[in-house]
């Protein structure tokens, strides 16, 4: 059975609040241990190391999105 992945879409809307912000994406990717292609599927394990990575960044578990 093929792995299942998760669109860019959502990795680029999980990163928009850090970004706005101030945090650097490509950096945050990285750092999460995302592919650089940023239309890249990743996998769920990369996607929930990417939330987590935000949550302690930003101090919030809404990822910087709310008021």
């Known amino acids: 059975m093929?792995?299942?992945t998760?669109?860019?879409?959502?990795v680029h809307a999980?990163?928009?609040g850090a970004e706005a912000?101030?945090?650097?994406?490509?950096?945050?990717r990285a750092e999460a241990g995302l592919p650089?292609?940023?239309a890249a599927r990743v996998?769920?394990?990369q996607y929930a190391q990417l939330i987590r990575l935000l949550w302690q960044r930003?101090?919030?578990e809404?990822?910087?999105?709310?008021a």
């Open 21 to 28: 912000r101030g945090l650097n994406g490509p950096a945050l």
């Open 58 to 60: 930003l101090d919030d």
């Open 43 to 45: 996998s769920a394990t």
């Open 2 to 4: 093929r792995e299942r």
């Open 14 to 16: 999980a990163l928009r």
């Open 62 to 66: 809404y990822l910087g999105l709310a």
């Open 6 to 10: 998760i669109a860019s879409h959502f």
């Open 36 to 38: 650089e292609d940023p």
